[in-house]
């Protein structure tokens, strides 16, 4: 099985994941949610660390390119999880796919990646999928929607940070970073809108914190083996399966437009794996 495939199914299903547990999250507030997650992940990181006796994966050279990465990372997570809580999930998830778009222009400005009109075409493909899902209207435009459009740049910015850093610095490095960086930013901001969590709500924030490194540490894997731009474009397989899980948890609609918009996304799918891939 090709390796980007392999590690992006990883990264797809754990976002779904990740967003059902946001869901069920939506009373707290959103930086408590981003503090427990990194606390929670620091932890697990560190004794992953340990276990295989790995210590210099706690040393990096890129401190500076880490603080870079980890504060788009931490506004695009703010954002995702205001639309988790007042949006569709298939709505927030078809919004943040604008990421495409946003990542192949900082990549070829940035990483010097090139363009190819197969890549070009299946981003496109697959943005038409994405509308037939969500079948938007500029009456439904609101502040959670933009917020989310903004959480997507944010995201484009960190995916092309994570291409920079993952070519010195191992998917373990990078997440012990992302939580020790994002932990202080959560953990002041949150103080003013402290709510106690309850037990079910404990186990959604674990769900939320495991899942969030295993997305993010797959998510890493999958660039060491193809281009941001191919990793990106595969992210789209995310949409119809959460729009299925959305369906079958909150009954929300799954007609007829959006399973043409899934077979869409799918044919994007598989043009952008009849581009050549990169040997590292």
Not at 90 to 111: M, N
Not at 118 to 127: N, Q, R, T
Not at 230 to 252: G, S
Request: charged share 10%; hydrophobic share 55%.
């Amino acid at each position: 099985m090709n390796k980007t495939l392999l590690w992006m199914t990883g990264t797809i299903c754990s976002f779904t994941l990740m967003a059902v547990a946001g869901r069920e999250l939506g009373n707290l507030n959103t930086f408590q949610i981003l503090f427990f997650r990194s606390l929670l992940g620091l932890i697990v990181i560190s004794l992953i660390i340990f276990s295989i006796n790995k210590q210099q994966y706690f040393k990096t050279t890129q401190f500076k390119g880490h603080i870079l990465r980890n504060l788009f990372h931490f506004l695009g997570q703010y954002g995702w999880f205001v639309g988790l809580a007042t949006l569709p999930l298939a709505q927030v998830f078809a919004i943040e796919f604008t990421v495409p778009f946003w990542t192949a222009i900082i990549a070829s400005i940035f990483l010097k990646e090139r363009l190819n009109s197969s890549k070009i075409i299946a981003i496109i493909v697959a943005f038409i999928g994405v509308l037939f899902i969500v079948k938007p209207s500029v009456t439904h435009i609101d502040n959670a929607s933009l917020i989310v459009l903004a959480a997507a740049v944010f995201y484009a910015c960190a995916h092309s940070t994570t291409k920079m850093l993952s070519k010195n610095n191992h998917a373990l490095t990078i997440l012990f970073y992302m939580c020790l960086i994002q932990l202080p930013l959560g953990g002041v901001l949150m103080l003013s809108h402290w709510t106690a969590p309850n037990l079910v709500e404990w186990g959604w924030i674990g769900v939320v914190s495991l899942a969030a490194l295993t997305a993010h540490f797959c998510m890493t894997k999958a660039m060491l083996t193809s281009t941001v731009t191919t990793v990106v474009t595969l992210d789209f397989m995310r949409l119809p399966l959460v729009a299925i899980v959305a369906f079958l948890l909150y009954q929300e609609p799954f007609g007829l437009l959006s399973i043409f918009g899934t077979v869409l996304i799918f044919c994007a799918m598989l043009l952008n794996f009849k581009t050549p891939k990169v040997n590292r």
